[in-house]
C-alpha cells in the first residue's frame, strides 16, 4: 500500500513531469508571467538554491554524493529549477580561476573533504573551478532542470553582511566595471546551454553606501551586458536592504523606473524571511503580524504583480494602464527542524501569499551541509533541504507542504478552464475536498484531486463547481456539510482577520460566528475563531485557509498511486 502521505507531491511530480514536456526554451515574460518563447505558455519557476558561492567556491554537496546524483534527486523531488550560485572572482580574477578543485579544497586545509570528493566524483577533483562550475550546469541540464545563475558575491565566503565589503558598487570587493565583465563573461560562457535560462544580476545589495541612483545607474548596465552576450537569458534584478525592497522602482513620475533596450526579459526578486521582520513572529499575535508584513511585502515589490509598477522593460499594460512584471521569490526557507517559532508561524503566512499570488519561487536552500562556512567544517545547515549527508530530505513534510506550489495556478495556456477555486491549507499543503458522495464529510486531500474545486461567488457561498450545492456550517466540533442551502447565513464564508486567513460563517442557527478548521482525521469542521488579535502564543494555524483561483483543468490529476 502507498503512504497517502506522499500523495501531494507525487501528484505534484507526476503534473510537473507533464508541464515541463509541454513548453521549448528560451523563456520570455509576458506582462506578470514567465512564458515559453514559441507557444507563450506558462512556465513556473519551481527552484531550489544551491550555493557555489562559499570559500572553495564549489556547489556545496560534491564530498557527500556523486553529482548525477543530486541532480536527479532535485527532479525527484519535483523542482524543475535551480538557482546556483557563484562568486564573481572565480571568473574575473586568475588567483581563483586558476586553482584546481583540489588545490582549492587543499587551500583551505579541506583534507577529508578532498578524499571524499575524489571518491563521490573522481572526474570533478582535478578540473579547474571554472569547469568544474560549468559541469554542475551541465549535470542539471541533463536532468531537464533550469539552471538561473546568480551573482551572490564577489570574494568568495559566507553571505551576507553590511560590512563585508561585498554589498553595494563600489565596495572593497565590488568594483563595477569588474562586474560587468564578470557578467558579460559567465553569461556567454554559457549561451551554448538552453537550461541556463536566466541570470540574476546580485544577490542582497546593501550596506551603507546603497542608494538608489546606483542602483539603476548599474543594474541597467549590467542588465545590458548581459543580454548583449546572452539574448536568450532572463535578466533578474533584486532590490536593496538584503534584497527586501524594491518600492523605489515604482514610477513616481520622477524618471526613476527602469529602461532597457530590450523587451520581454526582465525579472524582479525579491527575498523575504521569518527573520526579515525579526522576531515578530513569537512576539506578536499570529493574524496580525501576517497583515503586516504581508501589506509591507505588497509595498516593497508584490504590487508589480497586480500593477501600478513602474514603466519600461517590456511589461504588458493592464486594463487602468498599469503594467506588470514577474516577480521571483528568490530565497525563501525555514529552519527544517520544525523547532523555530518564528519560522513556523512564519512560513503558514508566505505560503498562503505564494499560493495566492501564484508566484516563481525558490526555497533556501538544498544544502544540507558546507565544506567549510564561517571557519566551521561539515557545518550542518537547518535550513537545508537535503540532510547533512546529502541523500533523502531532511522534513518530508515541508516537501509535501510545497508540493502544491511546484505547478502553475494561472497564466497564458492554462486558461481552458473557467477560473475556479481551491481552498488551500498552509499549514498541511493540502486543499479541502468532496468525497465520492454528498453525505460524506469534507476533508483535507490533494490540491491535484477533481474534487478540490469549488466557487467562491459573490455572495460569499462555497459550491461545488459543477452545481449549486454550498458548504454549510453546523456547530463547534461539527463537520460542515453540503446541502442546497446556499440562501442562509452558515453558508455565507467571509475571510475575516488581519491575516485574511480565517474563514468564518455563522451556526445553523446565527447565534454564533465559527470559523473553518480541521480535526485530528483531516475532517473539515468549525469551531470558534482563534487567535484573531491581541494573543501572542495562540497559534492560529490549523484555521487559516487561503482561497486560490486557478484556470487548470480539475480532471488534470486523479488519483493513481
Known sequence: MV????????????????????????????SRWIVDDQTGNRVKLACVNWASHLDAAVAEGLD?????????????????????TWPLFLFTDDSYSNLTVRSSFESLNLIDSVAALQFHNPHLIDLPLTD?????????????????????????????????????????YFDPSTWISGLARVASRFNDTPQVVGMSLRNELRGPKQNQQQWFQYMQKGAEAVHSANPRVLVILSGLSFDTDLSFVRNSGGGTSVKLSFPNKLVFE????????????????????????????????????????????????GEGGEEYYPLFLSEFGVDQRGVNVNDNRYLNCVLGVMAEMDMDWALWTLQGSYYL??????????????????????????????????????????????????????????CITRQ?????????????????????????????????????????????????????????????????????????????IYCMDVDSNQNVVTNPCECLEGDKKCDPASQWFKIVSTTRDPAAARHKF
Open 3 to 30: 503512504d497517502r502521505s506522499l500523495l501531494p507531491a507525487a501528484l505534484s511530480i507526476l503534473l510537473l513531469s507533464l508541464h515541463r514536456a509541454s513548453f521549448a526554451l528560451p523563456l520570455s515574460t509576458n
Open 64 to 84: 557527500k554524493q556523486p553529482l548525477d546524483n543530486i541532480s536527479r534527486l532535485i527532479s525527484t523531488m519535483g523542482f524543475n529549477c535551480v538557482r546556483l
Open 132 to 172: 568544474a562550475f560549468k559541469a554542475v550546469v551541465s549535470s542539471l541540464a541533463a536532468n531537464s532542470i533550469f539552471v538561473i545563475l546568480d551573482n551572490h558575491i564577489s570574494k568568495p565566503g559566507w553571505c551576507c553582511s553590511n560590512s563585508d565589503g561585498n554589498g553595494f558598487f563600489n565596495d572593497q
Open 270 to 317: 525579491l527575498h523575504w524571511y521569518g527573520f526579515s521582520d525579526g522576531q515578530a513572529w513569537v512576539n506578536g499575535n499570529p493574524n496580525q503580524v501576517c497583515g503586516s508584513v504581508v501589506s509591507s511585502f505588497m509595498r516593497r515589490g508584490g504590487f508589480l504583480l497586480t500593477g501600478a509598477n513602474a514603466n519600461g522593460g517590456g511589461s504588458e499594460a
Open 373 to 430: 562556512r564561517e571557519g566551521k567544517i561539515d557545518l550542518d545547515e537547518t535550513y537545508g533541504l537535503l540532510n547533512q549527508n546529502w541523500s533523502t530530505p531532511r522534513n518530508g513534510s515541508l516537501l509535501a507542504r510545497i508540493s502544491v506550489l511546484q505547478f502553475p495556478f494561472q497564466g497564458p495556456g492554462l486558461s481552458q478552464e473557467s477560473s475556479y477555486q481551491l481552498i488551500f491549507h498552509p499549514l498541511t499543503g493540502l
Open 436 to 512: 465520492s458522495t454528498l453525505l460524506e464529510p469534507l476533508k483535507l486531500g490533494p490540491c491535484t484531486d477533481s474534487g478540490a474545486a469549488w466557487t467562491y461567488t459573490t455572495d460569499h457561498t462555497l459550491q461545488m463547481k459543477e452545481r449549486p450545492v454550498c458548504v454549510a456550517a453546523i456547530g463547534q466540533g461539527k463537520a460542515v456539510k453540503l446541502g442546497n442551502f446556499c440562501s442562509d447565513a452558515n453558508s455565507r464564508w467571509n475571510p475575516i482577520s488581519a491575516s485574511n486567513l480565517h474563514l468564518a460563517s455563522n451556526s445553523s442557527d446565527d447565534s454564533l
